[in-house]
């Protein structure tokens, strides 16, 4: 029992592998799709969580102004606005050193604010947000706040990076479903190409006493090697076009920080890859099976 | 099994009132009604399009009968599919009228598939491939493909494959249809042979040269209907 | 044109010198000369793997010779190509050993391209198909698919469309290997009437029978080296 | 002659007719891949486009704030500014102007400029730039005008929407061209498949005496029947998908003015579409009739 199923095993691992050589152009046609299918995947992936890092990057920079009403003093709200979500840091100003600056950049010499009836201007506090999504509701918590006077949060900058982001975000789901169904159909064409090529193949093995098992396990195995291959070759794009990319980066946008291409990318397109190659073959010998 | 080369009384495969009818309404068969022995050698003649391919594929499970029984080694094969049917078809040899070979394999490879299909391992298929292409005159042509062989050097790929596992059953479609008559008459040497050995031999064939010479039992088929013309013993 | 089926000594095909070893190294012809003349009925017999189809090939251009000159209908087949051999093989039949149909065309298709390729008009295809096909008894089959005919009725089908567009050189491989002996004496019969109507004819045939009957000229191949077994007349 | 090129205009047409309607699944391949790949190359362009329009939208806001010297005066600089190219709009704000305006915001009653001495401030300019990408360029030329003490440009804002434009410029040339390359793949891969499947006919009519060129024509109409509907249901899912992400613009992005999907766009694909089919169909069924 055991030596016999070495000896299949033996056998289907040759036959996939002379399957894999004798299928020549045909393999390379659907190792060739499934690369370039699933590199378009992965970058697509990648260049979406570039974009959203890149983004909450530009968002983090964002803060809001918190003026506050004249009596009120900044140190005082400074623990509360720091206790609020989504909250990366507070900057506290006081008048005084608001209105030394100000002199400063007008170039007045001496105090002026006896002149004017004491110093004109009121604390204020300088609120960094984690992601500008929320800019704008927190900015509204924060008025509503007892002492706020006003805030100011350059809301609409704010505004548009948080709906850049969420429309990227929809383009990104978009665009990976529509590559994900047409990986699937290329490949599953593909592959039931090839199958087809072989039918000759599949009705001699049948009418020889091959059971459907036997006769599907090479083709199985063959998918799973082009899953294998396109998924490598894709990676291996993958990474070039990142490391071009990265030089681009560099030139055209140095203040932002590289997302590696990481593991997890790998290991979806694997997973997709060479559970296509699977799939599309199971059912496509199945239906060559059929036929006859 | 009983005395060698003769037919005995066990049933080997049996028809029982089968017709076919194709789905664009073709004819094949028509209430055909066929006890074959184990021993046979049986004959069967009759005019082009008469049914003769169609009663040999209701024995190997190609096409199912419209009506009717047909049972072979004590299995019904009329709703036999999948790898039941495998199993019953590993216990038999056939020599396709269109040969079937696989295109992008050798000859070797070719004939080796049925053994490999049934677990045979690599040494023992080695052993057997060399003398039973060495029988149908192919020892040099083993690594050739099929489309490099002449349309007789094919045909006989094709019985080299229905015989290499020792079959108990063999049905040979025309299997001398493309050959001349010094091969044709080898090849039925062989079979005759096989079936002095215990084994139950159906052929097709036009040569009324041949079937005088080998035939055992001989039955007619004419658009469909079914006539015995030798008696079985 | 000479006398209605009696050869005359203009010459319609030669192969002078042909030799073919195949990329393989297995060797189809060795040194044949071979003169056919307009209005000949030859025969070409020999064993499985002669060289019988090379020889055919040779004549309508499928495999290219290695050494020597073949010529036919006035042109030198060896180095033509594209337009050039197509506008040859129009002025010829040929009925392949393997049949070469068309497996998703009907049989009607499968006649009318060999017309269509040549420019004939829809009426005048419609008007020659039924006919031909009634010749090689066929009328009831002409909207069947190639897989939905017996082995017999495919090679018929193949006779057919070597016949239709009335070629004035016809070039059989095996034309009755699939047939029973009346179907393959009525083929010969038609070939003979052909014949009579001046279209020089070359068979290959294993049948002793149907060449003692029908041949005017007889060669025989063996192993690539070919005899002439009756003397042109 | 005429009756025979009519004669033989009929029959192709009819056999490309017959070979599509025959081909079945084969053709819903090699349709649904060009279409998918169609529609991605054409929502690419689309996009890039898009965001081209958007990105200049937002840099056209972007302007160089200029400060004089105490003693020149804007009104002198304005047409010298305004003859710079890539200037959009300048606005001159005289320091009495800008002094008011700040004692405003002071809340300052009366004049206090007497009390510092004269008004402290300089005259400014506003120039608004028409692309971000010279910003940076065009405001270092301004410094070095006669008159002008300083610039300003929110230099990092500007420079970063200059350089997200660039980069996005280079990831939609790198994604057109991927995705051209698997189009050219795809389309040449599927076209070869389905003459594979029809090998033994193309063998057949050179043995019955067909020239290459009659054997050829049907299938590069079939090529190019393939490629004008994959084109048609490209442009299709096209317009869907414009109306659905308009929609989405619509609700978070409404300061952005939509970039309708235009003709050209249509003709690319077009044109993209047809050629590949056509050219496929050739490439193929040239090298089927070589091989018998
Ligand atoms: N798959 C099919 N579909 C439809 N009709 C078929 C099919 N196979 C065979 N037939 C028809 O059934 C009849 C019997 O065919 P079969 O192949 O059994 O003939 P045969 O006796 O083997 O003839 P031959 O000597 O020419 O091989 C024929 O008329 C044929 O046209
Ligand atoms: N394409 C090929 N490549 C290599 N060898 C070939 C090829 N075609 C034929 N041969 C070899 O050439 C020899 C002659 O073949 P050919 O087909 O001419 O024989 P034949 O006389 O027609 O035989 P049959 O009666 O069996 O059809 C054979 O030994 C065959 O194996
Ligand atoms: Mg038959
Ligand atoms: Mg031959």
Known sequence: MIRRFTTQSDYLLREALIGLWRGGWMNWAAISTLTALLFLLGLGLQVSTQLDGALAKLGSQLE??????????????????RSLPDVLQVQSIPKEVAWEALQKELGVQGDISESLGGNPLVDTLRVQVARPTVVAHLAQQIQSL???????YGSEAAERLGSLQKALGWAALTLASILGISTVAVITTTIRLIVLSRRKEIEVLQLVGATPLRIAIPFVLEG????LLGTGFAWGLLLVTGSFVEQKRQEFLPFLAPEPIHLP?????LGTGTGLGVIGSLLAVRSALREN | ??????????????????SKIYANGSCGLDRVNLTIYKGDFLFVTGASGAGKSTLLKMLYGAEKPTTGTVEVQGTIVN?????????LRRRMGVVFQDYQLIPKRTVEENIA????????????VRKRIAPTLQMVGLASKEKCFPEELSGGEQQRVSIARAIVHEPPLLLADEPT?????????????????????????????????LIKTFAKRVVRVEAGIMRELTPAL
């Open chain 1, 64 to 81: 809001i102004s918190v003026y506050l009403q004249p009596k009120v003093r900044a140190i005082a709200l400074e623990p509360k606005l």
């Open chain 1, 146 to 152: 007892q002492g706020v006077e006003s805030v100011n």
């Open chain 1, 224 to 227: 799973f090697a082009l899953g």
């Open chain 1, 265 to 269: 990318l790998g290991l979806i397109l």
């Open chain 2, 1 to 18: 099994m009983v005395g060698l080369g003769s037919s005995s009384h066990e049933v080997m495969a049996s028809l029982v009132d089968v």
């Open chain 2, 79 to 87: 709703s036999l599919t999948g790898a039941k049917l495998a199993h």
């Open chain 2, 113 to 124: 598939v049925v053994l490999k299909a049934q677990g045979f391992d690599r040494a023992e």
């Open chain 2, 177 to 209: 249809g493309n050959l001349d008559v010094h091969n044709a008459w080898m090849i039925l040497q062989i079979l005759k042979k096989l079936n002095h050995l215990g084994v139950t031999v159906v052929v097709t064939c036009h040569n009324e040269q």
